[in-house]
Every structure is written in C-alpha cells, then in structure tokens.
Nanobody, 127 residues
C-alpha cells in the first residue's frame, strides 16, 4: 500500500508560480512511476506531468509543456510539480498518482494505469 498526500495548492494570480508536493508513505517511491493529474468542475481528470521511476524520463502534454516541471526525490519519498506562468485555465484540483513498476523506465499517462491516488490539492488562478 502507498499513501499519497498532496500539498502546496492555493490562490495565485495569472502569470504566477506554485510548487506542489506529493508525500508518499508505505512503500519506497523508487518502485513507482509517478504522475500528476488535474480535474476542474465538470471536466474529466487529465494528465499534466509524469516521471519514470528514477526520474530520468518525463512527459508533458502540450497544454503545460514549457511551463510545468515534474521532479522527484526518491530518497525523501517526494514528488513535486513546479508550475510557472499559470493561467486561469490551470485552475483545478491536482492529484498525484503512483504506478508500481518492477522494471523499466516508463512514463504513464492514463487514468487506469495507476494503482494509488492522493486526495488532491486545490489550485486557483485569478485573472
């Protein structure tokens, strides 16, 4: 079992930055590919950033590429999402997710790929 707890959300003006954190407990994070998703009211949950087990591979959709950066500290069991140049359309609840991976260095982007989810942290962007 892996427990994931997100933090770092809040209110920010358009153009500003936020850094989200995801603290993992229960298992070592180095056994898991990790990703961030977001969901706003009335919309489906969508992928925004992913990283392989060791952090050597990352992937972003075009909507956030160049503005968001995912990173991880496996020794500390932490995952991060640095969000810059925030736009009102980035406002959502952000979730981290973990997928057990016993070999390979893949990045996963599908909702059904993941074994564990956090409860989410709210990001509000004012225009």
């Amino acid at each position: 079992q892996v427990q994931l707890v997100e933090s770092g959300g809040g209110l920010v003006q358009a153009g500003g930055s936020l850094r989200l954190s995801c603290a993992a407990s229960g298992r070592t994070l180095s056994d898991y590919a990790m990703s961030w998703f977001r969901q706003s009211p009335g919309k489906e949950r969508e992928f925004v950033a992913g990283t392989s087990r060791g952090g050597g591979r990352t992937f972003y959709p075009d909507s956030v590429k160049g503005r968001f950066a995912v990173s991880r500290n496996n020794a500390a069991n932490m995952l991060y999402l640095q969000m810059n140049s925030l736009k009102p359309e980035d406002a959502a609840t952000y979730y981290c997710a973990a997928k057990y991976q016993d070999f390979g260095a893949y990045v996963y982007t599908g909702l059904s790929d993941f074994d564990y989810w956090g409860q989410g942290t709210q990001v509000t962007v004012s225009s």
